[in-house]
């Protein structure tokens, strides 16, 4: 199987550590964001495409074109246009089966990954009282039906995306969709492609999103509860 991570953004919210430094290769307990990202892909994954863009070669540099055994490729977003944008920079290297997609600086753990997988198309989300600034996702019979604004939904609990899903060829096939930030959003074209195709939400156990300079700390915080085995399945 292969997976794609998604590593290409300036981590704008994240200034000043990532004025000389893409998100994904913050450090938290000593390693890479990414590093401990591709610790917690499943074992069937044997290639990951990283989708890179701001100080790309800082990520070449650091992983090369294996890790672990795990074979590696890049491909670049020329622009930062969006989600779907830079998943659609991978499509050259995807084979016909389904893939898995990921954010490349947020933490999940393998056991979710790995009930992810289980379906060719489904997305990971994790269950918010608060969603802050995170738009909600809309549940029908245990599949995807929409996705609103905290604003529209203010009653809990909420469904966030997690960024995190198992896709197939048949979303490039999708017109593009833009959010309300005028990006291409791969979350949106997921809500249209559902309208042929039933996309199962699965819950997750464990997510830790990267969105401020605290969170960093928070993540080392969480890690070291949870045993630094975010890799191993726990």
Known sequence: ???????????????????????????????????????????????????????????????????????????????????FDALHAARAYLGNDPFLCLVGDDFYSREDLERLIHYDLAMLVMEKADPGRFNVCIERDGSLYGIVGRSENDSGPHLIFTGACILTNDIFSEEIVYNPQHEQSLPHVMVSLSRRHPIRMIRAVFWHSITSPEDISEAERVLMERGSKIGQGS
């Open 1 to 83: 199987m292969q997976a794609v991570i998604l590593a290409a953004g300036k981590g704008i919210r994240l200034q000043p550590l990532t004025h000389n430094k893409p998100k994904p290769m913050l450090e938290v307990l000593g390693r890479p964001i990414l590093e401990h990202l591709l610790d917690s892909l499943p074992g069937t994954v044997d290639e990951a495409i990283i989708v890179v863009g701001y100080l790309a070669d800082q990520i070449r540099d650091h992983f090369g074109n294996e890790y672990r055994g795990r074979g590696i490729r890049y491909t670049y977003q020329k622009e930062p246009l969006g989600t």
